[in-house]
């Protein structure tokens, strides 16, 4: 693909600065704080209920982790994201181990019944479970997906009208419709806690400025893919990796996105 929209995309979102909203996990809370900021956003992680509709009503996006829940968590989401919803604001769900206990199962479907979700982005087993596939979940690491991923990602595209993001070796990202194949990363991004969470934050910044969830998924995806694989580079293992991402991440340009982005649609 031209790799010139991409490119535009996240020099957009680093000119606009968008305040990203999360509630997240507290195993990686301060990874995606520094990983927004690294990419051209400011972040907030605001999970009382008492404040959570009004700072996302204050936001570019919202970003909503379900890594660590609990019931104050989940009535934050809810709060948070119906305030976005009525402020027309894009809500990023990462549906962290999905699949691998009834309460991350429930509260997953219910956050998707009562809210209006711009994307989701999730490993194969965690798509797999919401598409109703043949997919299992060991954690929060995914076990398996049987069936062709492309086809379940874009069934539940279909189904659900959310743009779906079915990370792995090869990302995958689909309305429905159009499908985008992203071939940036390395393996050393799967030796650390923490980076699909920061991909979804990086998600996050690249559609609070786009209302075309498909391309700023794969912008956000090929951004910080293209930025793993420059640090691995510098890196002798994940002591090494974890800091030279971020250094990475911020140093990436719009101009690195034009020659070095490997998206292709399917």
Excluded: W
């Excluded at 990419?39 to 660590?68: H, K, Q, R």
């Excluded at 929060?140 to 779906?164: H, N």
């Amino acid at each position: 693909m031209d790799n010139q929209v991409f490119s535009a995309l996240l020099s957009q979102a680093r000119k606009q600065h968008p305040l990203v909203h999360h509630i997240t996990n507290y195993v990686t809370v301060n990874d995606c704080a520094n990983i927004t900021i690294c990419a051209g956003g400011a972040p907030v992680m605001a999970d009382a209920a008492e404040e959570a509709g009004e700072m996302a009503s204050l936001s570019g996006s919202l970003v909503l982790n379900i890594g660590t829940l609990n019931a104050g968590i989940i009535k934050s989401m809810l709060l948070a994201g119906k305030a976005a919803n009525n402020h027309k604001i894009p809500i990023i769900l990462d549906p962290v181990g999905v699949g691998a206990t009834r309460l991350r199962t429930e509260s997953c479907r219910r956050l998707l019944d009562e809210l209006t979700v711009a994307i989701v982005k999730g490993n194969a087993g965690e798509i797999g479970v919401l598409a109703g596939a043949d997919a299992k979940v060991r954690g929060v690491d995914s076990a398996g997906l049987k069936g062709d991923p492309v086809a379940v990602a874009r069934t539940f595209a279909r189904d659900t009208g959310i743009t779906v993001v079915m990370s792995g070796a090869t990302d995958i990202i689909t309305d429905g419709e159009r499908v985008l194949l992203v071939e940036n990363g390395h393996s050393l991004m799967g030796t650390i806690s923490g980076t699909g969470c920061m991909a979804t934050s990086v998600t996050g910044v690249c559609a609070a400025v786009s209302k075309d969830r498909v391309m700023a998924a794969a912008t956000a995806l090929a951004a910080f893919g293209l930025a793993g694989e420059r640090a691995a580079e510098k890196s002798r293992g994940p002591g090494s990796f974890k800091p030279a991402l971020f250094d990475e991440m911020a140093a990436l340009t719009p101009a690195d996105i034009l020659t070095g982005a490997r998206i292709k649609s399917s």
